[in-house]
């Protein structure tokens, strides 16, 4: 029977079959560095959120100038701080569309805003946009805001709206 003594070369293999402490952490630390920078870019700021929403109106907006050709009646775009609705002109009176589901009445995500028309509205106490069934309508700025941020919707008047 032959009893081996543990040589050099067997001690190293066994020393380097695992990690040590410190590359363990360097990884761990690599990893949580890249899943921050991940969760951060894939995240929307609240000024993506912003003009997100801004972009969610323009595009309203501009299919409730469409439905107002093609309807011919005026479609009116109603606003106040927390929510927007688009109203239809019946005979005498303004109405909602409840059977549209793309023009019916939403809140803000970012609610409450503050809604600036340039020009003014010429109906007191309400910001109202109102199209016509003429498809060349008064061009417009509408500013919202929320705090420190803003998004632009600009109309030319004959169909096209964009977002700054």
């Known amino acids: 029977m032959q009893i081996s003594v543990p040589g050099k070369s067997e001690r190293s293999a066994a ?11 360097v990884v761990l630390v690599i990893i949580g560095i890249t899943l921050g920078l991940t969760v951060m870019n894939v995240a929307p700021s609240q ?19 469409d439905e107002a050709i093609v309807r011919n009646r005026p479609i009116a775009f109603e606003a106040g701080p927390d929510s927007y609705r688009f109203l239809v002109r019946n005979d005498k009176t ?6 549209d589901d793309l023009l019916r009445e939403r809140p803000f ?22 199209f ?8 417009f700025t509408l500013t919202m805001a929320s705090g420190d941020l803003r998004a632009i919707i600009r109309a030319d008047g004959v169909g096209h709206f964009t977002v700054d």
């Open 15 to 25: 020393h380097s079959a695992g990690f040590t402490l410190i590359e363990l952490l």
């Open 47 to 65: 000024a993506q959120a912003m003009q997100k929403e801004a972009q969610r109106v323009a595009l309203l907006m501009q299919l409730a100038r």
């Open 94 to 99: 303004w109405e909602t569309l409840p059977q």
């Open 109 to 130: 995500q970012l609610g409450p805003l503050t809604l600036l028309l340039d020009p003014p509205t010429n109906v007191p106490g309400t910001m109202r946009i109102v």
């Open 132 to 139: 016509g069934r003429e498809p060349v309508d008064r061009p």
